[in-house]
């Protein structure tokens, strides 16, 4: 592979360039660390600005059923071009799929050679389950060294030799059988999750049905600022706003929201909200009536508008009387951004045995050491005695966030 004197490129300097200066040699670590630099800023700028997902107008990554093909599926690309290709972000590295491909045709897969080559693990394949299971489908991407070894295209025909090396990224589609996330990372990758599969006992086709997407879609930081300035009106405080949009009595002002704010693609659709036979006078006075619950046709207000998003779910079984199981809710949690969220639980018991009374407590555990920038976000669950000595119960959990921001 590449022959380099050092490797000089330290995050933690939080060196933003290097200058040249005269009289002095051009050494490869110099121009490589300007490289590195470069590389890091627009990768961080990617990740913490713009997120992992799919850009908006665009559809990669997207599982799809394979038609019947057992133990299969097919990963969406594109149109065989660079513009047109299938694309999705992942830690700040921008990941192109050209063209449709099945799981089982992946490089990976249909070459195992490759992942010795590479210095990867192999893409394993996937089993019919015999029990009712849930897969995690995930994006591995990490970058590699390409020589002349590989591209002849990389020898300088003028001098006969090979200048440089390249970094090629490289991707492939996994399944974490039985598990609703990836597994943890090894160094210089990075996993994504993009779909979940619900599969039933036996059954080897991958139907439609079965898919869930879980990719983050719509991706655009142009669209930021509009968006911003929809939510936020003309006024940068809620409490100006709500001052002028409502009358003392908490009703609507008259003319406050308008024809334009009530059109069948805004926020407010009028299928969603009930009018009397002769309308309503949200000005304040005798005829005035607030639109509550009742005014409010399905779908007005949703989890979604609200912002809460469910992180995870899961079950327990046979839970016995003073024991207690913890389960993964959300792992490798950045402190800036996890101390922005409240995380909101719903839990409930499915099934008791025995006589008695099962009671089950529930909490949340944050868990981290010395070595790690991160945290992960565990929900513990107690089976307190009440009953007999053989009171199992099992449960079923849902854990939401509701962001601050």
Request: hydrophobic share 30%; net charge positive; no cysteine.
């Given at each position: 592979m590449g022959n380099f004197s050092r490797d000089t490129f330290d995050r933690l300097n939080r060196y933003v360039g290097v200058r040249l200066q005269q009289g002095v040699p051009l050494v490869d670590a110099d121009w490589n660390e300007q490289e590195d630099i470069r590389k890091y800023e627009l990768q961080a700028f990617l990740k913490w600005f713009a997120g992992n997902g799919v850009p908006q107008g665009n559809d990669g990554f997207e599982i799809l059923s394979a038609s019947g093909t057992p133990n299969d599926f097919v990963i969406r690309g594109g149109d065989g071009t660079t513009e047109g290709a299938g694309r999705c972000l992942v830690e700040g590295m921008d990941v192109l799929n050209t063209a449709n491909l099945r799981f089982t045709h992946q490089p990976l897969m249909k070459t195992p050679a490759l992942a010795d080559q590479w210095g990867v693990d192999p893409i394993a394949p996937l089993t019919t389950p015999r029990t009712a299971r849930k897969d995690t489908v995930y994006l591995d991407v990490w970058e590699r060294e390409v020589d002349s070894d590989e591209d002849d295209a990389l020898v300088n025909p003028a001098i006969g030799l090979e200048t440089c090396v390249r970094i090629k990224r490289e991707w492939a589609v996994r399944v974490a059988e039985?598990?609703?996330?990836?597994?943890?990372?090894?160094?210089?990758?990075?996993?994504?999750?993009?779909?979940?599969?619900?599969?039933?006992?036996g059954?080897?086709?991958?139907?439609?049905?079965?898919?869930t997407d879980l990719r983050s879609t719509g991706i655009r930081l142009s669209n930021l600022s509009d968006e911003i300035?929809?939510?936020?009106?003309?006024?940068?405080?809620?409490?100006?706003?709500?001052?002028?949009?409502?009358?003392?009595?908490?009703?609507?002002?008259q003319q406050v929201v308008g024809n334009d704010q009530v059109r069948a693609d805004a926020a407010i659709a009028e299928a969603k909200i009930e009018f009397s036979s002769g309308g309503h006078n949200h000005s304040g006075g005798v005829n005035g009536k607030p639109i509550d619950t009742e005014g409010l046709a399905n779908g007005a207000v949703t989890r979604k508008k609200l912002g809460i998003?469910?992180?995870?779910?899961?079950s327990v079984m046979d839970l016995m009387p003073e024991d207690s199981v913890m389960q993964l809710v959300e792992a490798n949690v950045d402190p800036l951004d996890g101390v922005k969220k409240l995380y909101m639980q719903s839990v409930a018991i499915t099934n008791v045995t025995e006589s008695g009374d099962a009671q089950i407590s529930s909490e949340l555990v944050y868990t981290s050491n010395q070595s790690r920038d991160a945290y992960d976000v565990h929900i513990r669950f107690t089976n307190i005695r009440n009953g007999s000595a053989n009171e199992k119960a099992d449960l079923m959990w849902h854990v939401y966030t509701f962001a601050e921001d």
């Open positions: 039985g598990s609703l996330y990836p597994p943890n990372p090894t160094g210089g990758h990075a996993f994504y999750p993009i779909a979940r599969l619900t599969r039933p006992a059954k080897q086709t991958i139907t439609a049905a079965q898919i300035r929809d939510a936020r009106g003309m006024k940068a405080n809620i409490g100006n706003r709500l001052d002028e949009s409502l009358t003392k009595g908490g009703q609507l002002r998003d469910l992180v995870n779910s899961g």
